[in-house]
């Protein structure tokens, strides 16, 4: 199978382990696959008995076609074994009556970002086998706080390949600063800077483009390449837990063999709900796909006028993950439906103008699938409380947007029929925001936060988060912005 851009102007056509070494196209688009490979019933009835891995490896060598089942098995169980998941890769939990909680969370870090994370550098680390690569991957992270931990946490200790993550040394939070700092690995390093987080972005697209670093790495045996969520290595494995969720639901009983679910999902660059398409454009039985959005409701408008229009205010919210105004991976969504021509034309309008509308056709068949729904931040905070004291199932702010969406979308249309919702964090990973919405005096400090919620819910802290503040710092170095490149090239010599 091969894969080319989502705006067709650059004319490659390449293998997977290309693309996932490469990760943007030359045009700037996206790669998609030439075709969606199908899933039959008989597929599905048969991935019933399997593993997560076993279910992984499957989906995967459907899209990865120039690597080998035993390859993609080998990887999957190790990057979705029991040790690092230990509540099982991704459960489905029932909420409510209706409503059942596919929990992407019990990884290495707590949040969703670990199903990609934990496979995607092993399939970066084989691909440079594949396209015969003898230089080392060097990864820049620029992170708001998750996927810089999420990153480092998949990359450690993988062949052939460095990580080096900045944050913004007063733009993450304590428990975030904390698992950066005290990172484990022997290829990783982790770098704090003086300024907020667009400076940590800017710094990172700089070097990348910065062609005297691209020599100096090459020099020295590295070249640069990303972790993005627009790299295709980490949307396909976005598509595996959707049809695991179904096997999970016909096992238990709560449907039948081409009954329909519907799925929301908190979205913010559209990657885990655009998986979910994949998914049902394979075969797999997904009635409604329900966008679901908090204050930063640019794709809540776009699904219901058609019209993409970033000019708008920011807002900073308690789902953090989803504070997004540019949702990079609509841009696949856009060429499945409206063609490569015009995802170019719409995409140039979005740099030009910040606004692109879609024509009524295009929109029409998003609407077959799609729909979407926003919640404001006290209908998160409120729906965090009635969800815990009605049905003893505590979420994070971000699965609480989602609950919220659904429970709009089942309120206005009537549809009854099973939900999925995605839970992308444990709710320790918010814990100060899911104090505050449980109704309790919000703590200073973050990292109190989470024995407050312990002893409010009787719940548990997550692995990930245990003894937190007990552990070794490794990591100390803040720099100034415009020293970045300065400490690219230490560590590479280091
Ligand atoms: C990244 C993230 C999201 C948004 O996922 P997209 O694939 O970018 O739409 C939602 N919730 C959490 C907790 C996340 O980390």
Redesign the pocket.
Known sequence: MNYQSTRGKSGESLESAQIIKQGLALDGGLFIPDEIPTLTYDEIESLRSLSYPERAATILSKYLTDYTYEELLIDCREAYCDASFPGGAAPVVKAKDGIFSLELWHGPTA???DMALQIMPRLLSRALVKTGEERTALILVATSG?TGKAALEGYKDVDGIKIMVFYPVDGVSRVQKMQMATQTGSNVNVTAIYGNFDDAQTGVKKIFSDSEAVAYLNENGYFFSSAN?INWGRLAPQIVYYVSAYCDMLNSGEIKMGDKINVC?????????FAAYLAKLMGLPLGRLVCASNQNNILTDFLSTGKYDRNRDFHCTM?P??D?LISS?LERLLTLTAGKEKTAEYMADLASKGVYEVSADVKAKIDESFCGYFADESETAAIIKKYFNEYSYLP?T?TSVALCAAEKYIAETGDNTPMIVAS??SPYKFAADVCASLGLEKPEDDLDALDMLVNATGTEIPYPLKDIASRTIRFTETVKACDMLDAVKKYVNG
């Open positions: 949040a969703f970002k998750d969520s999902v908190p979205t913010g660059n559209f990657g885990n709900i789902s993950s989803m997004i991976n994070d971000h992308t964090a």
